[in-house]
């Protein structure tokens, strides 16, 4: 089966002049999730099995509340619950037991003794395994987090195949704002994977030279915008720096830190 690109929402990221296309997508689909999961979909047996399974990492579960929907959120913590609840009693078999005298003291120590630090704790962190890792697992099986990066790499790939395919692509994201150093990062790894030596040589010093020359844009952005505060250029123009703190953000970690809080409609 041939795999399906994102040519068309990707245009449409480019489209939209943001400080990042990924970001972009990467925001569309995030909340285009948690409209799903909080839609008619939480009344569905299977959906609710996988996010039983799955959870939701701190920023989604709080994504979640925000958006509105409290019966919705109510059934997914619910079930949730009764899942976390049978996967604690099950581990809890035989661990359970009082302790006392000298036994009970060499717990305590050894609590203590994690708590403070100590090499057992520390070895033990190391490893990052245990009996207690999948208390937190969903910050690494979080249902959206892993939904975006089912598609992600696919993403990634549209924009190798629009640049080795479609000339006028490459021009195009040559009059775009670049990307967030996070992405950027993602894709040149793809264009090292996925190009031959003569494609590299054409595309990646386009690719830095872009990166370049918006990174300096944003830099100077922020620039104006610390001046300005100056009483000497209390009467100045803002030029373009008065949004410059969150996408100066954005285009070092990406995201969109000044983002209203995404509710339901």
């Known amino acids: 089966m041939k795999e399906k690109l994102y040519t068309i929402e990707v245009m449409d990221a480019l489209k939209a002049a943001d400080e990042c296309p990924c ?24 959906i609710r099995a996988a996010t039983d399974r ?14 509105g929907n409290s019966l919705g959120n109510a059934w997914i913590l619910k079930t949730r619950m009764d899942y976390i609840r049978g996967q604690f009693k099950a581990q809890a078999q035989g661990k359970i037991r009082p302790s006392s005298g000298a036994e009970g003291r060499k717990g305590m120590s050894s609590l203590l003794s994690r ?9 033990s ?13 969903s910050e690494e ?20 195949y629009l640049i080795q395919k479609e ?7 040559q009059q775009s704002k670049g990307f967030c150093l996070p992405h950027f990062a993602d894709l040149l790894e793809a264009c090292q994977e996925s190009f031959s030596e003569a494609e590299k040589e054409r595309v990646i010093p386009v690719l830095y030279q ?45 995201g969109y830190p000044s983002d209203p809080v995404f509710r339901q409609k």
């Open 23 to 46: 970001c972009n997508l990467e925001r569309k689909m995030e909340q285009d999730t948690i409209s799903f999961v909080l839609g008619a979909s939480y009344m569905e047996d299977d």
């Open 210 to 254: 872009l990166m370049e020359e918006n990174l300096e844009r944003i830099q100077e952005d922020i620039n104006w915008f610390i001046d300005k505060y100056d009483y000497r250029n209390k009467d100045a123009d803002w030029k373009n720096s008065r949004d410059a703190i969150p996408r100066t953000m954005q285009k070092l970690v990406g």
């Open 54 to 67: 799955a959870g939701f990492c701190r920023h989604h579960t709080k994504m979640m509340y925000d958006y």
């Open 141 to 160: 099986t979080c249902y959206v987090c892993r939904r975006f990066e089912e598609t992600y790499g696919r993403i990634i790939r549209t924009f190798i």
């Open 125 to 137: 962190s190391r490893k990052g395994g245990g009996e207690s890792s999948w208390m937190k697992a």
């Open 115 to 123: 708590f403070k630090g100590g090499a057992s704790s520390s070895a």
């Open 167 to 173: 000339p006028e692509f490459l021009a195009q994201l």
